[in-house]
């Protein structure tokens, strides 16, 4: 009786070891594009127009007029100058040392510290909110890049507070946002099942 051996089963090649360069290549810091209409009066226009369009098709269904026409044209002119003004801006979280520098060099006046103390704060505030924020917000901005901090200056002196907030508020929460990943989707692994594409 003869008998053949088996070959063991190959070996898989051990996994190199994860590198801190290869770490490092996957860094990217969290981004935030902020789609801002600049023009806010167009943008307060257009609810009040869509209002009056909602009273004008009421009245002219009561009366068999035709002012809705009038008011709907008015308001795609409006919403096109509205449109016409659509700004985004992309901001990217900068490095933590970076910001530590940043904030260092924007301390809280004296003014501020003083008036942290009179609203019975125990803790004076972190930084000068006036200049820390558009400091931030100037070296989080990837796209649109002005030319120069003077022009970056003009820029943010002629924003509404609304505005402002808008910018200063995903600068901030960009700066701290993590990357934790919830679960994987389950409706895309639905959709592409019934696709007849497997998931992972």
């Known amino acids: 009786m003869t008998t053949t ?39 307060a226009e257009i609810d009040n127009l869509e209002r009056l369009l909602e009273r004008a098709q009421r009245h002219d269904d009561a009366n068999g007029t035709e002012t809705a ?14 449109e016409a003004s659509r700004v985004r801006f992309t901001l990217e ?27 019975g704060g125990s803790e004076e505030p972190a930084f000068d909110a006036d200049a820390f924020a558009p400091a931030l917000v100037e070296a989080q901005l990837i796209e649109p890049k002005p030319t ?24 901030i929460s960009i700066q701290f946002q993590t990357g934790e990943l919830g679960p994987p989707s389950q409706a895309a692994a639905d959709i592409l099942r019934s696709f007849g594409m497997a998931t992972g």
């Open 148 to 171: 120069s901090p003077e022009e970056f200056a003009a820029f943010w002196d002629d924003l509404s507070d609304g505005q402002l907030g808008q910018l200063w508020g995903a600068a």
């Open 69 to 82: 026409r009038d008011v709907a044209k008015h308001l795609q002119e409006v919403e096109a100058q509205a």
């Open 5 to 43: 051996s088996r070959k063991p089963p190959a070996r898989r090649a051990a996994k190199p070891p994860t590198t801190f360069a290869d770490i490092r290549a996957k860094i990217q810091r969290p981004r935030h594009i902020v789609d801002m209409v600049l023009d806010a009066e167009a943008s």
């Open 93 to 119: 979280a900068i490095t933590h040392r970076a910001y530590q520098k940043l904030r260092a060099d924007h301390p809280p006046t004296k003014e501020q510290i003083e008036a942290a103390a009179a609203r």
